[in-house]
């Protein structure tokens, strides 16, 4: 069984008190590596290597973002693994199947039509009882009335309900969901 934590947050500030709230109940010693997919500029993985001395992974798309991302991290004396390669691609799942302990994505499953594949492949990168976290905007609250039309349209808006989440993650063991329906 592999563990899932995910929450619905609207804005930066309260996103990242939201998800660093969840993780420090949560997170061990057992804990090794941590793995954020779409990982780009980095600042996550240098919070979770300072914080908790993990080894930090990530995958990126754009050669431009990995090379920024390792800028980062040497910046801050980390060396980390940070691939240049699509999520999607069967030959990197493969590879990294079970490799981590944490698996994370922020502001990511949201841009896909198959929203289930997007989760299933996080939990194929996880260890046997892994942690996986997702955080996904609400754009469906009172946050669509302060995003742009161009915002909303490149995001799977389908998905921000509790219903739909709760029939995308059934697979999985939840230990905690948060949807914050009013943003």
């Known amino acids: 069984l592999k563990h899932f934590l995910w929450q619905n947050i609207f804005t930066m500030g309260f996103a990242n008190w939201q998800f660093f709230k969840i993780v420090w109940k949560y997170i061990n010693w057992d804990i090794k590596n941590v793995f954020e997919v779409w990982c780009a500029p980095g600042n996550y993985l240098i919070s979770f290597h300072k914080k908790y001395g993990l080894n930090v992974w990530g995958v990126e798309y754009s050669?431009?973002?990995?090379e920024s991302t390792y800028k980062n991290l040497s910046n801050q004396w980390i060396s980390g693994e940070i691939v240049h390669n699509d999520f999607f691609d069967e030959n990197f799942m493969n590879k990294n199947s079970g490799r981590y302990?944490?698996?994370y994505s922020l502001w990511f499953i949201e841009h896909f039509d198959d929203v289930k594949m997007v989760v299933d492949r996080h939990f194929k990168l996880t260890k046997l009882w892994g942690i996986v976290v997702i955080v996904i905007p609400n754009l469906t609250g009172l946050?669509?009335?302060?995003?742009s039309s161009k915002k909303i349209e490149i995001h799977n808006t389908d998905?921000?309900?509790?219903?739909s989440l709760e029939s995308?993650?059934?697979?999985y063991e939840v230990l905690e969901m948060r949807y914050y329906w009013w943003i």
């Open 63 to 66: 050669k431009i973002w990995v």
């Open 101 to 103: 302990d944490f698996v």
């Open 143 to 147: 946050n669509r009335f302060f995003s």
């Open 159 to 163: 998905i921000m309900n509790l219903r």
């Open 168 to 171: 995308i993650f059934s697979a």
